[in-house]
């Protein structure tokens, strides 16, 4: 029997993703009527989602077996009461590399302070050896699968990595803490800090003046977890009397960033326009359908939500 | 009995590696008179070495146990005939982090096209998603400590790494290839192309129009190995027709860089100041101090040179 599964997100997304889901399912063995439009609620299986306001109200959909998140931070769904059915985040390996690429990425390159060789090109000849990042502190605030990848990657690249959860985690080759005292402990000293908390009722504004004053002085905050985590005046304080060094932000409360917006114009902040984390379409889909194969087949879900922490 | 350890190198350095070494040699319990003028050649045991033109003769050295470089080149000292001890290279385990870390660094930063979102900090949010790693192919010329470690943490990033060298290797997750015709498959498509080859006749100037006409359109060349190794003008024209989208270059055949060389004004050009393998005094001393043990242990020494290959 033919299954239907709704597209329902912004217009624009679904022809990025047609072709991909179409052939994902396939390859999975789903056989399924996908599209953005399917008729009558009550016949609809599975709904693939991405935040859309014109979809408020999941009550009409009494046969819905699951909601499949095609972004990995679900808070404009998570706590919403007309959804009965189980709800999965995206974690596509994609996602996950994507992430540790783009935060290797700017870490390294506060790390090696590539921005001072890239200023001295007139000729001058004027060696600037940077520590071992063995001798550097990185703070990983959240260890889920974004940020225990992320922390794992710094670690094998030879920074000392604290990593900080709300749940204790275990992660080879990094000191995990967690609890109140435990974020002090990841901050204490940082040279980096990296946000990738779920954005909850509890991470709001996590990073204040009080979780700024522990880093090493000079820091660097790196943010493409969500807007929400960060206390923007603390910040701002912060860069202009030097406790951190830079600022790079990939996530704000609103998006995209108004181009009148402080951030745009301060010399310690580097903005980049959500990008950290993009899906790539192809391996989305992967995860999609085999997520829709192993709820036909009775199996457990992947990145299933827990509603009640709300990730 | 007390060794005689001559400290032969440019003025100054003796300062930076006075304490340093002492520390390290106390630390694996050699008792020794170390520094740079120990009286009549015939009574110094070893040798700690960096280019020094007022050492040519080695000759007067009668009872040398082993010359110990410094650096992990070893070009100017490897084919001096008046030679008979045994000659090391550095390669301290600080050497291959830093340098993974510079190579990491720099691939990333042009991987993620981080200047680009540099550029943009007036107020335009214009998300440009880069692949993924694992879509992007780098060629690591040079599998010897340095080029192997920056291959694997590239692979382990998720890049596709394809490693040449003169001789036949094998590392975990990376296609290692050797011999003329291997070089041209390993840089085939390669959108990275990493120079950590020893500077040899046979090395200088592998890295010429041919060899530059394998790569992917744009890709970025990255040269902290020797500045031997690379043709310029075939360099510069690879990047004034866009086959090579960028070049980073920490090594030259002169250094300093001259103030009026072609290369500082180059817009294709990232010119480093020779820091990517810059050898932190701590771990090079302990590098040497163990050395040192196992000679007097009749232990064979680490990182010996094979003078036959010059490396």
Redesign the interface.
């Known amino acids: 029997m033919s299954l239907k599964i709704l597209f329902s997100a912004r217009p624009g997304l679904w022809d990025a993703y047609e072709t991909p889901l179409r052939a994902a399912l396939d390859e999975v063995g789903i056989v399924a009527e996908v599209g953005p439009d399917l008729g009558p609620p009550e016949a609809v299986d599975y709904i693939v989602y991405a935040p859309n306001p014109d979809l408020r109200d999941f009550a009409p959909y009494t046969r819905l077996k699951a909601v499949l998140s095609l972004w990995a931070g679900v808070e404009t769904i998570a706590g919403n009461e007309t959804l009965i059915a189980p709800l999965t985040r995206m974690a596509d390996p994609?996602l996950k590399?994507?992430m540790?690429?783009?935060v290797?990425?700017?870490v390294?390159?506060h790390?090696?302070n590539?921005?001072h060789?890239?200023a001295?090109?007139?000729?001058?000849?004027?060696?600037?050896?940077?520590p071992?990042?063995?001798d550097r502190r990185v703070a990983v605030l959240g260890l889920g699968e974004l940020g225990g990848a992320v922390a794992r990657?710094l670690a094998?690249?030879?920074f000392e990595v604290r990593g900080w959860s709300r749940r204790p985690r275990e992660i080879e080759g990094v000191r995990c803490v967690s609890g109140p005292d435990g974020l002090t402990e990841a901050l204490s000293g940082a040279h980096f800090v990296v946000c990738l908390l779920p954005g909850t009722p509890m991470t709001e504004n996590i990073v204040d003046a009080a979780a700024l004053r522990s880093t090493a002085t000079g820091a660097v905050l790196i943010n493409p977890g969500r807007g929400t985590l960060i206390n923007d005046d603390a910040l701002i304080e912060a860069l202009d009397t030097g406790q951190l060094g830079h600022a790079v932000l990939d996530v704000f409360r609103k998006?995209?960033?108004?181009?009148?917006?402080r951030f745009?114009?301060h010399p310690g902040i580097?903005?980049?326009?959500?990008?950290a984390s993009?899906t790539?379409p192809t391996s989305a889909a992967r995860f999609i359908a085999e997520n829709i194969r192993r709820s036909e087949d009775g199996a457990d879900l992947l990145a299933r939500v827990d509603r009640a922490s709300g990730y």
């Open positions: 994609g590399e994507g540790t690429e783009w290797t990425g700017h390294l390159y790390h090696l590539i921005g060789a890239l001295r090109q007139s000729g001058t000849w004027e060696p600037y050896v940077p071992l990042a063995r990657a094998n690249l030879g998006e995209p960033l108004p181009a009148s917006h745009w114009a580097t903005v980049t326009p959500h990008v993009e790539r």
